[in-house]
């Protein structure tokens, strides 16, 4: 069970890519190209996330368009080539003007395991690696890239009190704003 104080304060999420977003495939084609795929569903959830006032970040060891482009149709910030996670998050935290314990941190393994330890709420993705459970407060039910992130979104909004709200404010942005992908 995870304490609710350490859920309460939470004001931003921060998602590790390739195995998070990702189910950790890493596709190349002819003439360099990288291809990934990603779920509708944790981009759905991070509109809505991002809409009612819990932005998400992005953090990455690798640097890949393919995340650029869809970091850039999601409108969320990311952190290319940041290979040590520890001072990727406190890059984040001092970039947002937060405490690290205002922080949840989605990972899958070993290398976001000194991120997952600074955070104030740990994440695990349910096929993580056993250390990443071992240091997680939560394991998603969901395996990476195949819609954890928006389960965690989901988990972390009704938490603290604020999903149907941010439902209802979703609906009513959709109604008004072009999707990605529309």
Same mark, same amino acid.
């Given at each position: 069970?995870?304490?609710?104080?350490?859920?309460?304060?939470?004001?931003?999420?921060?998602?590790?890519?390739?195995?998070?977003?990702?189910?950790?495939?890493?596709?190349?084609?002819?003439?360099?190209?990288?291809?990934?795929?990603? =779920? !509708?569903?944790?981009?759905?959830?991070?509109?809505? %996330? @991002? $809409?009612?006032?819990?932005? !998400?970040? $992005?953090?990455?060891?690798?640097?890949? @368009?393919?995340?650029?482009? *869809?970091?850039?149709?999601?409108?969320? +910030?990311? #952190? +290319? =080539?940041?290979?040590?996670?520890?001072?990727?998050?406190?890059?984040?935290? *001092?970039?947002?003007?937060? %405490?690290?314990? @205002?922080?949840? #941190?989605?990972?899958?393994?070993?290398?976001?395991?000194?991120?997952?330890?600074? %955070?104030?709420?740990?994440?695990?993705?349910?096929?993580?690696?056993?250390?990443?459970?071992?240091?997680?407060? #939560?394991? %998603?039910?969901?395996?990476?890239?195949?819609?954890?992130?928006?389960?965690?979104? @989901?988990?972390?909004?009704? =938490?603290?009190?604020? $999903?149907? =709200?941010? !439902?209802?404010? #979703?609906?009513?942005?959709?109604?008004? !704003?072009?999707?990605?992908?529309?």
């Amino acid at each position: 069970m995870v304490p609710v104080e350490k859920v309460a304060r939470i004001k931003l999420l921060a998602c590790d890519v390739d195995g998070v977003l990702t189910d950790g495939a890493i596709i190349y084609g002819t003439s360099n190209v990288e291809l990934k795929a990603f =779920s !509708v569903k944790d981009g759905l959830g991070m509109k809505l %996330a @991002e $809409w009612c006032g819990l932005p !998400v970040v $992005w953090l990455t060891g690798r640097k890949s @368009e393919a995340v650029a482009r *869809r970091a850039d149709e999601l409108g969320v +910030q990311v #952190y +290319q =080539s940041a290979t040590d996670k520890d001072a990727g998050l406190r890059q984040i935290a *001092r970039d947002r003007g937060l %405490a690290l314990a @205002e922080i949840a #941190y989605i990972g899958d393994d070993i290398n976001d395991l000194p991120a997952m330890r600074l %955070a104030g709420f740990a994440v695990a993705v349910a096929d993580a690696m056993p250390e990443i459970t071992a240091a997680a407060d #939560y394991i %998603a039910k969901t395996a990476g890239g195949f819609g954890a992130v928006r389960e965690v979104i @989901e988990y972390i909004l009704r =938490s603290q009190g604020r $999903w149907e =709200s941010a !439902v209802e404010i #979703y609906l009513e942005n959709i109604r008004t !704003v072009k999707l990605p992908g529309q």
